[in-house]
Nanobody, 122 residues
């Protein structure tokens, strides 16, 4: 499966963005999907994930209070709605998929997409 992240941009602190991870291929609905963020010189950090059935989600730390991950299987797309953004949220956001029962992780993913840059100004 090929993935493409989109929706990034420049936003002021406190603003919102919605990222989209769009997949090619008819089997996207069989994958668990995760979002990750990377800043220069640092390893990727896990942000959020959603399972195949879209009935279970997982977030890093307290991001659940500000971020929402969802999926539209008809559009082969997983979204990450980000609100109340902070400058620490700046980075390249990428999505990844993993088949089976587990969410993708930095070390275990079946496929990664090209990321989209998010810049949050203070």
């Amino acid at each position: 499966v090929q993935l493409q992240a989109s929706g990034g941009g420049l936003v002021k602190a406190g603003g919102s963005l919605r990222l989209a991870c769009t997949a090619s291929g008819r089997t996207f609905s069989s994958y668990n999907v995760g979002w990750f963020r990377q800043t220069p010189g640092k390893e990727r950090d896990f942000v959020a994930a959603i399972n195949r059935a879209a009935d279970t989600t997982h977030y890093a730390g307290d991001l659940r209070d500000r971020f929402t991950i969802s999926r539209d299987s008809a559009k082969n797309t997983v979204y990450l709605q980000m609100t109340s953004l902070r400058p620490s949220g700046t980075g390249v956001y990428s999505c990844a998929v993993r088949s089976g029962e587990l969410y993708p992780t930095i070390r275990n993913a079946d496929s990664w997409g090209r990321g989209t840059q998010v810049t949050v100004s203070s």
